[in-house]
């Protein structure tokens, strides 16, 4: 049992990193919280409520994302970002109205 748990620790950590994203009031009139959604290949991967100039951080494998804000008053933003296998990555999308 302990063979096959030390050889799956070593795979999931090699195969995710951390996408951290930064919600950036770039013109807003505002402040008000916003829906975060994270997808791939059109496939909704997470959805989290997120304050204007707040963050989250999400484990993600290797591959292309499409990341949208949105809020109730009409700000929005969206981005595409590939994101890479090992290596943690630090993003800012700009709401604007």
Partial sequence: MK??????????????STLRIKAKNFD?????????????????VYQLEVPLDGSAAFNLPKGQYDISYITKSGCSATLNHTHQANKDSDITIEVKQ
């Fill in 28 to 44: 807003c009139k505002t402040n008000e919280l916003g829906q975060l959604f994270v997808s791939e290949n059109k496939k909704l």
């Fill in 3 to 16: 063979a096959i748990i030390l050889f799956i620790t070593p795979f999931f950590l090699c195969s995710a």
